[in-house]
């Protein structure tokens, strides 16, 4: 019976490193949304009216599931030509050929 109730004390232990892991990873993600969103520009936009147009957004993509795709593109290409990304990329060889 002590051997159980040792592993599920351990197992609790892990479970809760996890959930801490977890949220710091979630938390992170998050920042990194505000950053993008920070980037983009011309964006003054209210905090209402960006909520109404994420709403609008997902409404949208569940009408119409070939914008999802359209959309995911659309936003690696700007987060591609963000200058933090430009620095993190591996550069391109360059096509020059001796003769």
């Keep these: 019976m002590q051997l159980i109730e040792k592993k599920l004390s351990k197992l609790e232990e892990q479970k809760q490193k996890l959930e801490k892991e977890i949220l710091a990873l ?9 950053s993008f969103l920070n980037k983009i520009p011309s964006l003054n936009l209210d905090p209402m009216t960006l909520i109404g147009g994420l ?6 993509a569940n009408k119409k599931p070939e914008l999802k795709e ?5 936003a690696q290409k700007f987060c591609g030509r963000l200058p933090s990304q ?14």
């Excluded at 979630?26 to 505000?34: M, T």
């Excluded at 709403?55 to 949208?60: G, P, T």
């Excluded at 990329?89 to 020059?96: A, G, H, R, V």
């Design 26 to 34: 979630q938390n992170k993600r998050h920042e990194e949304f505000i």
């Design 55 to 60: 709403i609008h957004v997902v409404e949208e």
């Design 70 to 74: 359209k959309w995911r593109q659309a």
């Design 86 to 99: 430009k620095r993190t990329k591996t550069p391109q060889p360059t096509s020059q050929k001796t003769a």
